[in-house]
């Protein structure tokens, strides 16, 4: 591995920590998610999964499930990335868990270059999605 290459990995591996701490804004208790988005090595937005803003902070219903109005941590950060004055082209997004589908039709949709996740979704379809059209999808293991 070049000094370029490490250098990059060591960055992921401090964007992906960091998205890991924001994940603890998440009020949800099945599942803690949390995302950056990051351009030229500047954050430019974040998010967690979570409630809609207005509504209340608890992600499950009574059954544990999650109810189906809970936003996941790429929507919330690409939502408050399109309320900005930055763009997300060309951008890569660290999240602590792998984009589904819907997340990634965002990540598509926003100019995202490049997705840096840990931990796996129960489907594939969304990193299936993003290498189809030509992003780079990485998988890391946090230590």
Not at 57 to 70: A, F, Q
Request: proline share 2%.
């Amino acid at each position: 591995m070049g000094y370029q290459e490490e250098k990059q990995r060591q960055l992921d591996m401090r964007y992906i920590r960091m998205a890991k701490v924001w994940a603890e804004n998440s009020y949800c208790v099945r599942r803690q998610v949390g995302a950056l988005v990051v351009k030229d090595k500047m954050i430019i937005s974040d998010g967690y999964n979570g409630t809609p803003s207005g509504f209340e902070n608890v992600c499950e219903d009574e059954n544990g499930k999650t109810k189906p109005y809970v936003l996941h941590a790429e929507a919330n950060a690409i939502t408050k990335l399109a309320k900005s004055s930055n763009s997300g082209e060309g951008a890569t997004l660290y999240v602590t868990a792998a984009p589904c589908i819907e997340c990634s039709k965002l990540i598509i949709q926003s100019g995202i270059k490049r997705v840096v996740y840990c931990d796996d979704y129960h489907s594939t379809d969304g990193i299936e999605l993003l290498r189809r059209i030509g992003i780079a999808v990485e998988q890391v293991q946090l230590l």
